[in-house]
């Protein structure tokens, strides 16, 4: 008699590359988790940014690394969060300092911390760095990590931890040269602005005294335009003061010699005339 005995065949089951056996059969987990257990990763809510002030330092000056943490979608920081901020003291040729961090304010973008501070913007470290005095020149990275948990602005749940390594190139070299501030001239006790533009930009009626050739101010009335001297002495008779004036044509005078000059072209006309008719 042969009896029959049902044998269970095996299965294989494929494991994907970089997936846990034992999560198979399992519902997918978020992809922002990286292992089982552990909070989410929350680097998609914010963006760093770093810099150096200024950007370029001379071996042994010194300077200020500004990290930005712009939070993005509708993460925000808590004023009581924890707050990470590590690296190393000495990144050859680059000694770096405490950093500090800006105080937070109520929030005006979401009511739920109107009267709670918190970052919902950007969060801003200073760390203030000095370069050593044999440093060569060059570009040399500093590393700085940075770990806090970011919340969601609108509801307050916990989005994640954002945990990451921001990189920050400090340039040694020679130092930059200072911009030069051009500061307005300084005016004495006249105004020299709102004149005539045809004088020279002085005030109308009076010669600019920067002219080549032009007559020295006196503590009198203002000189006319062709007025060659100051106040001429006062009449004797009436006190008053006129002002000295070049030597100028009697009145009529002109007139005459026009006249004069008109009569003897007519009288040459007329002899030509008459010694032609001859």
């Known amino acids: 008699m042969i009896l029959a005995v049902a044998i269970p065949r095996a299965t294989a089951q494929v494991v994907a590359p970089g997936q846990n056996p034992a999560d198979i059969g399992r519902p997918p987990r978020p992809a922002e988790w990286d292992r089982e257990g ?27 690394v500004t990290l930005v943490l712009a939070l993005q979608t509708k993460g925000v920081l808590l004023a009581g969060s924890e707050f990470q901020v590590t690296y190393s003291r000495e990144q050859q040729p680059v000694r770096l300092g405490a950093w500090t961090r800006e105080q937070p304010k109520p929030s005006e973008r979401y009511p739920r911390f109107a009267d709670v501070p918190v970052f919902d913007d950007t969060v801003e470290v200073e760390i203030p760095v000095q370069v050593d005095q044999g440093a060569r020149h060059g570009s040399f990275p500093i590393r700085i990590n940075v770990t806090f ?8 749940s916990e989005l994640g931890t954002y945990r990451n390594s921001v990189v920050c190139s400090v340039e040694v070299g020679a130092p930059l040269p200072r911009p030069t501030v051009r500061r307005p001239a300084e005016s ?6 709102g004149g005539d533009p045809a004088v020279g930009g002085s005030e109308a009626g009076a010669p600019d005294p920067t002219t080549p050739g032009a007559p ?18 006062a009449d004797a008779a009436s006190g008053a003061v006129e002002p000295s004036r070049g030597p100028s044509p009697e009145p009529g005078r002109g007139a005459t010699w026009v006249w004069a000059a008109l009569g003897a072209l007519v009288l040459g006309l007329a002899a030509v005339f008459l010694k032609r008719r001859a």
Not at 188 to 193: L, T
Not at 219 to 225: N, T
């Open 38 to 64: 552990e909070e989410p990763d929350a680097r998609r809510y914010v963006a760093a940014l770093a810099g150096l002030k200024p950007r370029r330092l001379a071996p042994g000056a010194s300077g200020v």
């Open 149 to 156: 948990p970011v919340h969601d602005g609108a509801s307050g």
């Open 188 to 193: 004495g006790g006249d105004r020299s602005s």
């Open 216 to 233: 020295a101010p006196t503590g009198g009335d203002p000189i006319e335009p062709g007025v060659l001297g100051g106040a001429a002495p």
